[in-house]
């Protein structure tokens, strides 16, 4: 029998098998991270009793697996699930579960029960800053604070979109009241460090960084700051010396390793290397390090992402537009365009203003989508008209235009080949009852079509609907 393990993280020492029995093995390892040993034991260990130790520290034990813990699995009976605190509950639920447009009308509908309750209105507020309607937000968080002015995530969320307001000093005074909540401490001084830096203030930087990893020691995001203001400082062998140590741990934090200027170590092997080179890149955005965030990005793969960011960074550091990258931007494919980060939804507004052309118009429709914000994207898409020979678009408009169908079949038209047009117009022919439709119910159309197998049994429900003389697997 082997036993197989596998290293989250570096592991040197003398690891031992054993049960009630007695000791099954022991070996020396020395493991880097994600490293594997297979251990051969002379004879299958008892299930109920197993424990694997590194020296002293116990690393597995199945008899705490067995436990069966006496936490509670079922809601106490009699509970109100409509009560204002049932509501609030689901909608927290709703958002734990990255359900944000389900979460938002159980919170509508809990402040229109009690316009004060407290965890509804940060509730709603930190719905708003996903959305990046900072000003509504704060004008819940205004209301939150009037209520409890020391409530710490009501302060952090108070911060964070005064931050993205431009409030300087509005948003150091939530962080530095949600620095008082232990629970936002880490958080809050990352952010006051963040702020520290942007103004040059590196040595004040250092000192907020030291708080909030005295909070979380595994703050990546206050460990860069770290090593950025050490460099900054002329410290660059202990800023090196700070990296090298977190790498061991995290190898894969490319950002750690450029801020660093370790970047002749950096090896990027992931499917899409330019999302690397982009969360680099908006690091030193964040802190207004444009030089940085500018030669960062030479170094990325093409991709009109990155074209954009190189644009807007030209324009925050000049004032001039870069008339030829946003032309550049619309002549490369949208293919893998997927903009996440708030960033590019700014960079995105900014450059549908100062160049036409219908791609741009629709990578902001995409991430506006996201953020709920479906009217404007449906205006942004709709004013694109037929011009987009790109078959995603017309999926995307047609999810978002009401009846969507000749968006569909524009699709299918353009991409007769491809499976995903043909699923999304026999959805919506099969919704709408009209199994009738040619296209459902010819097999030729679907035939030839890659990973079909979804294709055909909805043919064969279409089939068996309108004909009841046949069976499916006819």
Known sequence: ???????????????????????????????????RLDLTLPAPPDERSLRVWLDSVLI????????????????????????????????????????????????????????WHLRALVGMARLKQRHMEYEDSLGFL???????????????????????????????DGFSVAGQDPAYRSAAMTELARTSMQQGQHARALEYVAAALAGNPGNCGALRLQVVALIRLGRTAEA?????????????????RYASGMRSGICITSEWPHQTWLEIAAFYAGIEEWKEASESLQQSPEHPMVELWKAWIYFKTSGNVDAVALEKVQQMSPEGVFPHRQEELTILRWAVTHSEGWKLKYFLSLGLIQLMQEEEARVLLTSCGDEPGWYPFYLVRSGISGDGGADLLK???????????????????????????????????????PATTILVFGWRTAICTTDNTRRPSD
């Open 142 to 172: 205004s209301k939150a604070l009037s209520i409890d002015t020391y409530d710490g995530e009501a302060n952090y969320l108070y911060g964070l979109a005064h931050a993205r307001l431009g409030n300087i000093y509005d948003a150091k």
């Open 240 to 256: 090196r010396d700070l990296a090298a140590g977190r790498l061991l741990a995290d190898p894969l934090d490319h950002v750690l």
């Open 411 to 449: 699709a299918v038209d353009i991409a007769p080949d491809a499976w995903r047009p043909a699923l999304r117009l026999s959805k919506h022919y099969a919704e709408k009852q009209q199994w009738g439709r040619p296209w459902v119910r010819r097999r030729k159309d679907i035939s030839g079509i």
């Open 1 to 35: 029998m082997q036993l197989r393990l596998c290293a989250n993280q570096p592991l040197h020492g003398m690891l031992k098998v054993e049960d009630d029995h007695g000791t099954l093995a022991a070996t020396p390892v020395h493991m880097q991270t994600l490293g």
């Open 60 to 115: 597995y034990d199945s008899g705490g697996e067995q436990h069966r813990l006496k936490r509670p699995l079922a809601i106490a009976e009699g509970y109100d699930y409509e009560s204002v605190e049932g509501v609030y509950l689901q909608a927290r639920e709703w958002e734990r579960q990255r359900f944000p447009s389900r979460a938002l009308p159980c919170y509508v509908a809990c402040l229109l029960a009690d316009p």
